[in-house]
């Protein structure tokens, strides 16, 4: 089976940084999405590492280390808007099931003033 | 084109009623996936279709729950004799392949009562 495991709840300062963390367990992998989601929404992608290292996009990047399992998303120069649903999500690429597109939990990050 | 398109927004039906929830992928997108969401919570993963291969059921969380995809395109979800507890938004997704973004429609939201 896969598993994903993300902090439920994030709260941080507008204009500082804020790393959300992910780890996961799967076999096939072949690579980390990140997706935002607001109340009432649709989830929205917002990154992808399929090799590890950073990438950047904007204001968020996202990093991965397949050797650790692990990932992150970081959000810089935080603004209000940016409260919502962060969900990590993992890629399976080979094999059964090889279009898995399996979610975390999601990390509710809260923007204060 | 547009994008996912989900019907109807907002189903309320009574317990032990069967309902249809209707997606229409992005055109070309070969992976289809539902998804569904209780409030709060993440996204559990239900089923998904890719091409003309054999449909992964192995999120259908019992036998009232069924899918078929037609055409490689319109998707329908089906639950019977529905429950309290089937509750949720019902999200679909589409990807083009397997090393691509996927895309949400807006969802289903289904209230038993």
């Known amino acids: 089976g896969q598993s994903l495991e993300q902090p439920s709840e994030v709260t941080a300062v507008e204009g500082a940084i804020v790393q959300i963390n992910c780890t996961y367990q799967?076999?096939?992998?072949?690579?980390l999405s990140w997706y935002q989601q607001h109340d009432g929404g649709a989830p929205t992608f917002l990154s992808y590492?399929?090799?590890?290292g950073l990438e950047e996009t904007g204001r968020f990047s996202s990093f991965l280390s397949r050797s650790d399992s692990y990932g992150y998303l970081l959000l810089q120069e935080l603004q209000m808007k940016d409260s919502a649903s962060y969900f990590c999500?993992?890629?399976?690429?080979?094999?059964?099931?090889?279009?898995?597109?399996?979610f975390g939990k999601g990390t509710k990050l809260s923007v204060i003033p | 084109g547009a994008g996912v398109s989900q019907s109807p927004s907002n189903k309320v039906t009574e317990k032990g009623k069967d309902v249809e929830l209707r997606c229409d992928p992005i055109?070309?997108?070969?992976?289809l996936y539902w998804y569904r969401q209780s409030l709060g919570q993440g996204l559990e993963f239900l089923i998904y279709?890719?091409?003309?291969?054999?449909?992964?059921k192995s999120g259908l969380p019992s036998d009232r729950f069924s899918a078929e995809r037609t055409g490689g395109s319109v998707s329908t979800l089906t639950i019977q004799r529905t429950q309290q507890e089937d509750s949720a938004v019902y999200l679909c997704?589409?990807?083009?392949?397997?090393?691509?973004?996927?895309?949400f429609g807006q969802g289903t939201r289904l209230t038993v009562v």
């Open positions: 999500a993992v890629r399976k690429g080979s094999g059964a099931g090889s279009y898995q597109l399996t």
């Open positions: 055109s070309g997108h070969t992976a």
């Open positions: 279709f890719q091409g003309n291969s054999a449909p992964d």
């Open positions: 997704a589409s990807r083009r392949g397997m090393n691509t973004e996927a895309f």
């Open positions: 590492n399929g090799l590890d």
């Open positions: 799967t076999s096939g992998f072949y690579g």
